[in-house]
């Protein structure tokens, strides 16, 4: 196969030389036959975590080893902005699982964002994007939204000097003509959008204890307290697993072994009908997009993966320890996921939306308690936050 790959390279260049301008359609066949081999996501290895499923990806944006790469520059730098302050990674942090420890993030002209930022562990799973719109389907349309965004402005970017500036860096009209072949005039803004969502799909958390102890089945990689919390959070009493069950913690999920993307907004008692009167749409989950007052409050269930690193919780993070900037992160998750425990065990406030089949009170003793707070902090995946192929290459 590599072999036919460089025979058809060495060909491809030879009738490049000699015919440059007599059979430029056949030249073009040519390229694009080699662009189609060059991203093929055949050829892409996605190390997937035990237990984990072959994601689906969009067939006019293959994985590729180089487009992942490139992407991984793309989502660092902050040339992707209007003013060069911000990038995605402003916002999204991989030390905190992609996340940024604020309530509410702003953007690069100090606009305050009216969500939380969302992490990013595993997004190639989500069946939709965001808190609480259900339109975005894949992650290429949803860059366009930090990226070009005006409601609230991320990053800002308005004009396309942000094409000229790529353009004039050897590293990037390298990395763009490995990454979709051709030369620089494939510094594009789909390009750019493809390969940053390439990046993400890259982005697989799938070893925390929890999976060393499910799905390595070592016994040893859990202790006693969160055993009892893991079986807690699966059991009819606590009902966690309903909304953030399966190998991703949610059941908001898509891949190659689901015949369609599963998507449920459920309204968790995480506000009141009272607190929600007050707020604008743009707070108020899928109402904003369906217009439906029973819709008001109902957002798509997070990921619990790494959830010790992605307080404050919830779309708004209301949930959240008292230190406004807190050094001692295990100390402030234990605090803020008590908060959350403490909601679900009350049966969440009183709204008319909320999903009163799961959502409902239930009595938990104060070591029980610290069980299901042992057994989510479990979640976290070291290897995960510190996997170099994440990391910033500017540093
Ligand atoms: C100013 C902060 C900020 C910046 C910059 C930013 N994001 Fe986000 N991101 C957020 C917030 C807030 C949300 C939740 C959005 C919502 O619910 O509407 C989010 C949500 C997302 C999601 C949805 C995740 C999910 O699980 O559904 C993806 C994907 C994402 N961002 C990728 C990016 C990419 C790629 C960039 C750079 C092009 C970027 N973000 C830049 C704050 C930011
Ligand atoms: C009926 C579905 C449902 C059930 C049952 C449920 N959750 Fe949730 N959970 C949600 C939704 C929806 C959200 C997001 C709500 C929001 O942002 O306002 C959420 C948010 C969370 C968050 C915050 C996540 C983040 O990234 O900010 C945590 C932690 C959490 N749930 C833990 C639990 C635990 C523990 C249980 C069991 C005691 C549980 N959930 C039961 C639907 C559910």
Request: charged share 20%; net charge neutral; aromatic share 10%.
């Amino acid at each position: 196969m590599k072999f036919i790959l460089v025979l058809l390279i060495l060909f491809n260049c030879e009738v490049f030389e000699k015919k440059q301008n007599k059979d430029t359609n056949r030249n073009l066949v040519l390229f694009a036959l080699l662009n189609n081999r060059s991203s093929s996501s055949s050829s892409y290895n996605w190390n997937l975590p035990q237990g984990f499923p072959t994601p689906r990806v969009p067939s006019e944006n293959p994985m590729s080893e180089a487009k992942v790469e490139l992407g991984r520059f793309l989502f660092y730098d902050k040339r992707l902005s209007g003013n060069e302050t911000q990038s995605c990674a402003s916002c999204h942090l991989q030390r905190l699982a992609f996340t940024d420890g604020k309530d509410f993030p702003s953007g690069i002209t100090g606009e305050v964002h009216p969500r939380n930022s969302q992490n990013l562990a595993n997004v190639v799973y989500n069946s939709r994007l965001t808190w609480a719109n259900n339109g975005l389907l894949t992650l290429e349309q949803q860059s366009r939204i930090p990226l070009f965004g005006e409601n609230p402005i991320e990053l800002g970017l308005s004009n396309n000097n942000y094409l000229a500036k790529l353009s004039s860096d050897s590293r990037y009209r390298d990395f763009f003509s490995k990454a979709f072949g051709g030369g620089s005039e494939n510094i594009t803004e789909q390009n750019i959008r493809f390969a940053l969502s390439s990046f993400q799909r890259s982005l697989l958390s799938g070893n925390s204890r929890v999976d060393q102890y499910t799905n390595r089945t070592n016994r040893s990689a859990l202790n006693s307290s969160e055993i009892r919390g893991l079986d807690l959070f699966n059991s009819e009493v606590a009902e966690c697993f309903h909304c953030h069950g399966g190998f991703n913690f949610t059941d908001s999920i898509n891949h190659q072994n689901v015949t369609q993307a599963e998507v449920v907004y459920t309204n968790n008692g995480s506000l009141s009908a009272v607190e929600y009167s007050v707020l604008p749409l743009n707070k108020k989950g899928l109402m904003e997009v369906t217009g439906k007052s029973t819709d008001e409050g109902k957002f798509k269930a997070p990921s619990l993966r790494n959830i010790a690193l992605t307080f404050p919780y919830m779309h708004n993070g209301s949930f959240k320890c008292n230190v406004s900037s807190p050094t001692n992160i295990d100390a402030c998750a234990t605090e803020a996921l008590g908060k959350v425990i403490d909601n679900y065990a009350m049966g969440g406030k009183t709204h008319p939306n909320k999903d009163t089949s799961f959502i409902r009170p239930f009595s938990i003793t104060s070591q029980e308690r610290t069980d299901l707070i042992n057994f989510l902090k479990a979640l976290t995946d070291t290897e995960f936050i510190n996997n170099p192929k994440h990391s910033d290459p500017f540093r």
